[in-house]
């Protein structure tokens, strides 16, 4: 059970960093994946994530291009629409960053807490649970 914590831990962990690069990456830069055809477009661009699409299904030619120069403002809110049979979407990066640090905060925080040692040698931190009071540091000999 612990290894799956542990994979869980570092999982999140792993799709925060992902996701802050994304976002770093997003200021500067404007990606995107094309599916042809039918049209599909996934973009990288002003703080989040683009989908657009036409149709059905996601099958075809892929092409990717990426755009240096600032994409325009940061989109901070959620946007979806579409006319016809073209929709569009635009997920914030920042929801995103937050799924994956709300997990991994409290992941590492009870790691964390579970190593901690319970009444330590005042010099060498090793534990003196099950010791007597004022018995020595069987590590280093200093009287706790």
Do not use: Q
């Not at 979407?89 to 995103?96: E, K, S, T």
């Not at 590492?108 to 018995?135: H, M």
Request: glycine share 12%.
């Amino acid at each position: 059970m612990k290894k799956r914590w542990a994979i869980l831990r570092w999982a999140c962990t792993a799709g925060l960093a992902l996701a802050i690069a994304a976002y770093a990456f997003s200021a500067f830069y404007t990606a995107w994946v094309t599916w042809n055809p039918p049209y599909r477009r996934i973009t990288l661009r002003s703080g989040g994530v683009g989908l657009s699409w036409e149709g059905a299904g996601w099958f075809g030619t892929c092409r990717t291009e990426v755009l240096s120069g600032r994409a325009g403002p940061f989109r901070w809110w959620f946007d979806i629409g579409g006319a016809g049979s073209t929709y569009r979407a635009h997920i914030p990066l920042w929801c995103p960053t937050l799924l994956f640090a709300t997990p991994a905060v409290l992941l590492w925080r009870s790691y964390l807490r579970a190593r901690r040692v319970t009444n330590p040698c005042p010099k060498c931190n090793y534990p003196l649970t099950g010791l007597a009071p004022g018995s020595p540091c069987p590590e280093c000999g200093k009287r706790g």
